[in-house]
Structure formats: structure tokens, C-alpha cells
Nanobody, 126 residues
Framework: QVQLVESGGGLVQAGGSLRLVCAASGRTFSSYTMGWFRQAPGKEREFVAAIAWNDRSTYYADSVKGRFTISRDNAKNTVYLQMNSLKPEDTAVYYC???????????????????WGQGTQVTVSS
């Protein structure tokens, strides 16, 4: 089992930037696709971005494409989410998660990810 701890959230004005950090420990981190999800009040948790175990492929939700960048450092067991040009609709609790199947790539389904962290709040003011 992998344990995940997110940090880096905060309050920012529209158009600003934040970098989220997800620190992992436990099972072999480098074998799994890692993802970021978010959940706004009263809404379901949704996919934001993911990065393959080999750090060569990424995919994004259409709503963040071109503004957010996911990256990982397997040597440090860390995943990052750089968020630029933030909008009020990006306000949510952001969660880091690991795909539950080693080597799988491309899923956007919440049910395919596990080891959820506690989340970090991102608030974007207009």
C-alpha cells in the first residue's frame, strides 16, 4: 500500500498560480500511474491529470488542458501539479491518488485509483 500526502494548496486570485505536491511512501511508487483529482462542494470527485509510471506520458481533463502541468520525480517519490491561469471554477479540494493496477495508463475513473491522500484545498477568488 502506498501512502500519499498532498500539500501546496491555498488562496489565490484568478489568473494566479499554485504548485501542488504529493509525497508518496510505501509500495513501489515508480510502477504506477499517478493522478490528481478534485472535488468541489456538492459535486462529485473528478479527474484532473495523470502521469505514467515512466514519466513519459501525461493526460489531462479538457477543463485544465494548457493551464495545468503534471510531473513526477520517481527518485523523490513525488508528484507535482503546476496550476497556472487559475479560475474561480478551479476551486476544490485536490487529491493525489495512485492507479491500483501497475502498468495501466489512461484511466480517468475515480474507481481505478486508490491510496487517496487527505487532500489540499485550493481556493481561487474572482
Amino acid at each position: 500500500q502506498v501512502q500519499l500526502v498532498e500539500s501546496g494548496g491555498g488562496l489565490v486570485q484568478a489568473g494566479g498560480s499554485l504548485r501542488l505536491v504529493c509525497a508518496a511512501s510505501g509500495r513501489t511508487f515508480s510502477s504506477y500511474t499517478m493522478g490528481w483529482f478534485r472535488q468541489a462542494p456538492g459535486k462529485e470527485r473528478e479527474f484532473v491529470a495523470a502521469i505514467a509510471w515512466n514519466d513519459r506520458s501525461t493526460y489531462y481533463a479538457d477543463s485544465v488542458k494548457g493551464r495545468f502541468t503534471i510531473s513526477r520525480d520517481n527518485a523523490k517519490n513525488t508528484v507535482y501539479l503546476q496550476m497556472n491561469s487559475l479560475k474561480p471554477e478551479d476551486t476544490a479540494v485536490y487529491y493525489c491518488a495512485a492507479d491500483q493496477r501497475a502498468g495501466r495508463f489512461g484511466s480517468r475513473r475515480v474507481a481505478d485509483f486508490g491510496s487517496w491522500g487527505q487532500g489540499t484545498q485550493v481556493t481561487v477568488s474572482s
